[in-house]
């Protein structure tokens, strides 16, 4: 089965198709410190969760994408082949749940749970955060109808603003600190979709008897349809 890892997007969403039934597709992800070494905040004041999509999955309305954040357990190992039907341990209860408007790109997660664990994690290296936090699972929610992509390879496409007080500073200077998943080694997906309908095969499904839809063997480590 082909890998859902290094690859340049990872998906968040679902969405039913008449011929594949619900199709949900969730993201685990490893943190990592973008160009610093130490978390070195006393206290976290604002954290926030920036997230550009650059694509959407499905061509059904929808006013937004409902997904909880919760944590991995499990280390994702560099040198596992996860792929569509992988998955590691997290924490039954969310960091925080999000309900995420297509047009939104940063979104506020003050008095989460999730604050509260980062505020446990501050003054550790990036070694040390990495031992105590395995990271993180983006899971859909509710009845979203639509899968976003976002680019993982970049700081623009994902990443947690942290910004806080350093010590031994006065309280009107303020820190930022962004955490990412550019590592392309430690990051999957995993979709989850009916196949009992799905025929052997790329391509399998005449377009004129699926309303001019091909099939998709990309990004997703699956097949799937979308609509160009």
């Known amino acids: 089965m082909p890998s859902t890892k290094n690859q340049n997007h990872l998906l968040l969403g679902k969405f039913k ?16 410190f973008s160009g610093f070494d130490t978390l070195n905040l006393d206290r976290i004041t604002s954290i926030s969760m920036n997230l550009q999509r650059d694509f959407i999955i499905t061509d059904a309305a929808s ?7 919760l944590e991995v357990i499990q280390e994702i190992h560099s040198d596992t082949n996860y792929n569509s039907t992988s998955s590691v341990s997290i924490l039954p209860d969310p960091l925080v749940s999000i309900n995420l408007a297509k047009d939104v790109i940063s979104i506020p997660l003050n008095g989460s749970i999730l604050k509260s ?13 990495k031992l105590k936090f395995k990271g993180i699972k983006l899971e859909p929610t509710g009845d979203s109808s639509f899968v976003i992509g976002f680019n993982s390879n970049t700081i623009s496409g994902f990443t947690f603003t942290i910004t806080g007080h350093k010590p031994n500073t006065p309280d009107s200077v303020a820190k930022s600190y962004n955490l990412n998943i550019t590592n392309k080694s430690q ?21 004129v008897n699926t309303n001019n839809k091909g099939i998709m063997n990309d990004v997703l480590g699956i097949r799937t349809r979308i609509s160009f």
Do not use: H
Request: zero cysteines.
């Open 63 to 69: 006013k937004s994408l409902k997904f909880d954040v």
């Open 17 to 32: 198709d008449d011929v594949l039934g619900e199709v949900s597709a969730s993201a685990y992800a490893e943190l990592s």
């Open 187 to 207: 990051r999957f997906n995993n979709v989850s979709y009916d196949i009992s309908k799905f025929p052997s095969g790329i391509n399998a499904w005449p377009l």
């Open 117 to 129: 664990k980062f505020e446990s994690l501050l003054r550790l290296s990036e070694k040390d955060f």
